[in-house]
């Protein structure tokens, strides 16, 4: 995928995958900015379930403003992949920073208190998070 375009976002470069899909790292050729992509895989796409699913976690996600949580800028559909295009966040994911050993209980302790405080929020508004990963 990486060169190619889904609707106006250009793919760069692949960042990972999960259950829910891929998610690469694409530029908004309309408004100049990187934005992760989260595209839904072709054979979920023509599952009604699976659709409805990545709508409805994106249209929750996008109810959400907190520093710890990515903004959600739009769900859509081109060419037949359905995506979710959403805040772009630059740094090591927590898988990578661990790989250096454990981290001090002062760092540890600010990283579970983010988390904490993004977890409320959500569940403050009825999001209820069920798939936490280390990156």
């Not at 992760?36 to 009604?48: I, N, W």
């Not at 600010?110 to 508004?125: P, T, V």
Request: glycine share 10%; charged share 25%.
């Amino acid at each position: 995928m990486v060169g190619e375009a889904i609707g106006r976002y250009r793919i760069l470069e692949r960042l990972g995958a999960g259950g829910m899909g891929e998610v690469y790292r694409a530029h908004d050729d309309q408004l100049d900015r990187d934005v992760a992509l989260k595209v839904l895989p072709a054979r979920a796409t023509a599952d009604p379930t699976a659709r409805a699913r990545l709508i409805r976690e994106a249209q929750l996600a996008s109810q959400l403003n907190h520093a710890s949580i990515c903004h959600i800028y739009e769900v859509g559909e081109a060419d037949g992949q359905i995506y979710v295009a959403m805040e772009m966040v630059e740094g090591r994911t927590l898988r990578e920073i661990l790989r250096s050993g454990p981290l001090p209980h002062q760092t540890l302790t600010r990283y579970a208190l983010d988390i904490a405080d993004a977890l409320g929020h959500a569940h403050d508004r009825g999001v209820v998070h069920r798939d936490l990963k280390v990156g």
